[in-house]
């Protein structure tokens, strides 16, 4: 194969990384390309699973002798610190390459000496930043970890044309149509987390779980302040299939957690806000202290609603029926305090229209201070 552009080498190791997704986290994904001067392709690799080798390692274990005047192309710097692997920039040096270019740096500052110091220090040819922007695409979930601990945001709902969750009478099932819950399904499954409110487990009640099975089985979390979930739930019935957790307030009376935990739940036992509802920042510290990296906020309306006021959504994953249901009782997807002016709405950016048999969805993301990044 030979590839036509450095832009293309580069577009061809972010699709590598791509194949990590759901398999990696809490690791970064990443891709590797090394090509001969005229383009043609050498060898390469991705990050293929958590503890597993890193793209660089992989893409240099499929080949013997490098070529003179070799590139790597690398989405993210290679990393010069000993951690489940040794150092991939150590690895590059003794391959003997001489030139490096690099997506985007590692926010995750392991030593004092980085990859790209190393690599320069040895008289490697490096150039960082080279589609930039795509390559921090790929890493805002890892990003987000390393510089905030807390986990990456992701808020789906299904709504109609008219922008309702449900009629005025709750009914809610189904909006939107088989296809479209298919990928809902598909999106669960590159999950840690899936948080859904206690009305509406009341109100579906749903199971959460991912059909068929994905990479990743997310933990259900119900923000639950009285720990009302009932025994005969579908969320406790198929606790085998994947963990339920229950965020609720730290006066639940102890008889109410036991029975929970006798079926096999897990309780945080939060501080609460001002509403009496479980504080999302205490929340989120420590589903970023267990390493969560992608957590999926499903509803409802007054929980979606929480996490935007809380400006700690990331992704947009809007699913929209051409169905309308009108009545201005009918429930809208997110609640909350919201904005008092137009000016101040957040916009998505890098927004992409899918159509699932005639339903669309808008995914898109929100850009977050996380998302800057420092040159070298």
């Known amino acids: 194969m030979q590839f036509a552009t450095p832009t293309e080498v580069m577009q061809r190791a972010l699709s590598l990384a791509e194949q990590g997704r759901g398999y990696v986290e809490p690791n970064p994904l990443v891709g590797a390309v090394i090509v001969d001067e005229n383009l043609n392709l050498v060898a390469e690799g991705h990050h293929a699973n958590f503890g597993g080798p890193h793209a660089e390692a992989d893409a240099l274990s499929k080949v013997g002798q490098i070529p003179e005047n070799s590139t790597i192309y690398v989405t993210l710097e290679p990393c010069a610190h000993h951690g489940k692997t040794p150092p991939c920039a150590e690895a590059i040096l003794k391959a003997g390459l001489k030139r490096v270019v690099i997506g985007c740096l590692d926010p995750a500052r392991h030593n004092h000496v980085t990859g ?9 040819e490096v150039e960082v930043n080279f589609l930039k922007s795509e390559a921090e695409t790929l890493l805002r979930p890892f990003r987000k970890l390393q510089l905030t601990g807390l986990p990456y945001v992701h808020a ?33 499954g590159l999950m840690d987390a899936i948080i859904v409110g206690s009305g509406t487990v009341i109100a579906d009640n749903p199971q959460l779980t991912v059909r068929p099975s994905g990479p990743r089985t997310p933990v259900r979390i119900i923000l639950d302040s009285q720990a009302r979930l009932s025994l005969n739930s579908h969320l406790i019935e198929s606790i085998d299939e994947a963990p339920v957790l229950v965020v609720c307030r730290e006066d639940v009376p102890i008889e109410i957690q036991k029975k929970l935990i006798d079926a096999g739940a897990e309780l945080i036992l939060s501080p609460v806000n001002r509403v009496g509802q479980p504080e999302l920042s205490f929340l989120l510290k420590e589903l970023g202290r267990r390493g969560m990296t992608n957590i999926l906020v499903e509803g409802g309306a007054g929980v979606l609603g929480s996490f935007f006021d809380a400006s700690q959504v990331d992704e947009v994953h809007a699913y929209i029926a051409p169905k309308i249901t009108g009545g201005g009782a009918a429930f809208s997807p997110v609640g ?8 101040d709405a957040l916009k998505l950016e890098q927004i992409s229209i899918q159509q699932f048999e005639g339903d669309l969805l808008v995914h898109g993301y929100i850009p977050r201070p996380f998302d800057r990044e420092e040159s070298v």
């Open 336 to 343: 909350g305090n919201g904005i008092s002016n137009m000016a």
């Open 156 to 188: 789906k709902w299904a709504m109609t044309l008219d922008g309702r969750i449900a009629s005025k009478t709750g009914s809610s099932q189904w909006i939107t149509n088989p296809a479209s819950r298919a990928h809902v399904h598909k999106v669960r």
């Open 116 to 124: 790209v110091d190393l690599l320069r220090k040895a008289g490697v």
